[in-house]
């Protein structure tokens, strides 16, 4: 990339940044005399010097400036130049957790695949923890990325120009990096299945797409929903994984009951509403339930099928589907989640296994569900959701209509890519946050071409 650089230090004591004059022509600096370096939240004022002299791929600044900048000299940078401002980075802080002690030397190795994509990525790449963090003098204690050395080395940095955070944060915590950064941290905010399900509620083009849905109240209001649908699910507001999920159903004046307990399917029956009614009250004492109609989803050999669609956002800020991974739970199971015993196919795979059909009408199913998750995700947006990367599960049900099941929001695991051996497509995923958060830096992909930003909803 033309913009490419290695910042040299040299001792000169002026504030003077040296460059070559066909670099500073590509960057737009050739008849630039003063400007000011912009590292994360660092700024200084500098005078612009060209010099045939120098290699084309460096950039010099005095030493005392580049420890003041608190600038590490070690990563390849890019160089943007936006009026005065002469933006080096990118500079992306990756939040992985609470506490420092738990940044071990083999969690930062295992962190190293954020950055196998760093010849395209470049810049100063931190890891850090919440405990590291002075919030008075806006300094981090962490761990760049040394592309030369391979490795987290670990320094004190300004704070980042984006963030990347992967764990949970308090409302004050997420005002402090607004009121610094703006709204260039992600994902900026966690939301549940009720939030999910009251947004979509009001709008026209999402709505009927949602399984209609309540809050757990009582025993009672399950049973007249059940009257209404005669199978409903009740899901934790807040589960992951699949886990305290229930389904009941109305059958030959039977209540029935399936779920998945200790890694097994259960079922209970009650032909007394009173005892169907005191089930329901034991298992749903405590917490905070959905109570949502069930829809007869896609099946193969008696196993339920839905599809996790992961969308990010890319360097242009668009939304990109990089998969659509359709998963069976095991036989008779109510939930398809991997985690519980079902499998992972491709979309095309599983979708030839259970609809008979040409291969055209298997392309186009999938085509409909790319374009109603990136619909989805472009909703969100409008909402004022800053999210980076999302895992959408959605189904198809017996006529072949969509249905948005579930958001997961909270950084989803990559790791599905591998329940289909495409390892290929793990590091994608992986990778592909940081190329947000470069957006977010400052850095814009100018060609971007990879998915459409928008499909149509059908």
Sequence with gaps: MDNVVTIKSNMGRQSELIIHPEKAAVIGLESRKFAYISFGNQRHYVKIRLDQEISPENVLVPQNLIYQLLLPDYPLYEICVNLNEILIGPYIGLLMSDADRKLTSSRLNKITVYVKDYPKLHGAIVVFALDKIDTEKRLIEGYCYNPVKKYWQKGIFPYPSSIYRTIGLSAEWKNHFLSVLGDRIFNNRFFNKWEMAQWFADDPDIKPHIPYTVLYHSPDGVLEILERFSKVYIKPVFGLQGRGILRISAENQMFIFKYRENKANRIVTFED??????????????????????????????????????????????????????????????????????????????????????????????????????????????????????????????????????????????????????????????????????????????????????????
């Excluded at 989803?297 to 800020?317: A, H, M, P």
């Excluded at 909703?379 to 189904?395: A, E, F, P, R, S």
């Design 273 to 458: 509403p009173a005892k169907a009614r005191e089930f329901i009250q034991k298992r749903f004492r405590h917490g905070k339930y959905l109570v949502q109609q069930a829809i007869d989803l896609l099946e193969y050999k008696e196993r339920i099928i839905d599809f996790r669609c992961v969308v990010q956002k890319n360097q242009s800020n668009a939304w990109v589907c990089h998969a659509i991974i359709g998963r069976a739970g095991i036989k008779e199971s109510v939930v398809s989640n991997i985690s519980s015993g079902g499998a992972a196919f491709t979309a095309e795979n599983i979708l030839r296994k259970a609809i008979p059909g040409s291969e055209a009408k298997i392309i186009e199913l999938t085509k409909r569900i790319r374009a109603f998750a990136l619909n989805v995700c472009n909703k969100l947006d409008k909402y004022g959701i800053n999210c980076g990367t999302l895992g959408l599960d959605i189904g198809l049900d017996l006529q072949e209509r969509l249905w948005l099941i579930e958001i997961n929001n909270r950084d989803p695991d990559p790791g599905i890519a591998l329940d289909i051996h495409d390892v290929q497509l793990y590091y994608t995923l992986k990778t592909g946050p940081l190329f947000y958060a470069k957006y977010l830096a400052g850095f814009m992909e100018k060609n971007d071409s990879d998915f459409p930003k928008t499909g149509g909803l059908t």
